[in-house]
């Protein structure tokens, strides 16, 4: 038993739920969900729950992954060694916090332990139960069904609410600090689980097993909820994978993916974009600006088709700022040494000293601002006789 009493801690289980019609039975099954796609059952009745009031099944899938933190001597032998497996134990901390609420003990545990909850024995089979939790996980990982059937689908929608809410609070946290990452994950998973505890009262989980047994990798230590934290504590052994988002991260960066081929066309059709684009390329990679505009056309559209396919958010992002034009005659003015920025922060001054602003930003500003109009032609043109 893993005698784990605390909890560190994902973003995980919350991807948007379509919708395709299924029958309904008396019988609770599984549902099979594929790792990539995410649906919903609805009402037989109707095409699709437009009434708040009809049931709705949120379709879910998780998976618990190893921490592949392999040996040198598996590194080198790991086509002859068998493969890799590890077991996810009970827990005195998870079974405590399963057992606490009442309502969701006695609803879940008597199709699990096959008694009444006005059985004697009922509190000590439950107990039997968590304390002899064993989940296996090999390097394909475990996924859980956690699929959920909503009676009214206006919970669904205050369940998802509060999900969306607990997640903007943790995302506030500064994660560059270890210490209030892993108080403030806490704290998510405290939220996160009495928010799951309030369902029993909402409707039931498609399979069961597979939903107790994520809510106890919930509360389980050796489970890394935030992938942040999978290198600051020894003791992971596992990590949540949410299968949900990570095919939407995937189609956010296929979205991106194709966007960046657009306007890479776009860019090559305008020699100034081109440059001021390729100025901003130089800047995130530490380039030379002056020596790299230098070079021949073809090897800088080269690079930065490249750059678009490899980062297409990042080149975007530089396509879209209406300001990169300006930003790349900053840029030039810097090289060429009419203005300089300190190396010690971002402060841009003129060569007399005086400061323009304290960052790209505050420049950006200084360059736009009517008053400054005869200066700012004035560099303009040492440009153009450069």
Avoid at 171 to 185: C, G
Avoid at 362 to 381: G, L, T
């Amino acid at each position: 038993m893993n005698n784990d009493n605390s909890v560190n801690g994902v973003t995980f289980g919350f991807g948007k739920a379509n919708t395709e019609n299924n029958k309904q039975t008396d019988k609770v099954s599984p549902v099979e969900v594929s790792t990539h796609t995410s649906a919903a059952i609805v009402n037989p009745s109707v095409d699709t729950p437009t009434d708040e009031n009809e049931e709705f099944t949120d379709v879910r899938t998780i998976t618990i992954s190893l921490v592949k933190n392999y040996s040198l001597y598996r590194k080198a032998n790991d086509r002859v060694l068998p493969k890799r497996r590890d077991y996810i134990g009970s827990s005195v901390t998870s079974s405590r916090i399963l057992a606490a609420n009442k309502e969701e003990i006695e609803t879940y545990f008597p199709n699990l332990v096959g008694i009444a909850p006005n059985n004697p024995d009922f509190i000590t089979r439950v107990k039997q139960f968590l304390n002899n939790i064993r989940i296996p996980v090999d390097e394909l990982g475990k996924q859980f069904d956690i699929s959920f059937r909503y009676f009214k689908k206006s919970d669904y929608y205050k369940v998802k609410k509060e999900e969306e809410a607990i997640e903007r609070d943790y995302q506030k946290v500064n994660r560059q600090d270890i210490k209030l990452l892993k108080e403030a994950l806490q704290m998510k998973i405290n939220r996160l689980n009495t928010l799951e505890s309030s369902k029993c009262k909402m409707g039931y989980p498609l399979n069961l097993e597979d939903y107790l047994m994520y809510r106890h990798c919930l509360l389980y230590k050796d489970v890394a909820k935030d992938m942040a934290l999978i290198n600051s504590d020894p003791t992971i052994r596992f990590y949540f994978k949410d299968d949900q988002k990570e095919v939407e991260k995937l189609k956010k960066f296929r979205l991106e993916v194709n966007k960046a081929k657009t306007n890479y066309v776009s860019c090559l059709a305008d020699d100034d974009l081109f440059d001021a684009i390729y100025i901003q390329y130089c800047n995130l990679n530490g380039l030379p600006i002056l020596s790299s505009l230098a070079e021949d056309k073809l090897n800088r559209e080269i690079k930065l088709d490249k750059f678009s396919s490899e980062e297409p958010v990042k080149f975007n992002k530089f396509f879209n700022n209406k300001d990169v034009r300006l930003m790349a005659t900053i840029e030039r003015l810097i090289a060429h040494g009419e203005l300089v920025r300190s190396d010690y922060n971002q402060n841009i001054s003129t060569n007399e000293g005086m400061l323009i602003g304290a960052n790209m930003n505050e420049a950006i500003i200084w360059f736009k601002n009517p008053e400054n109009a005869s200066v700012v032609n004035a560099y303009h043109n040492k440009l153009k006789n450069i």
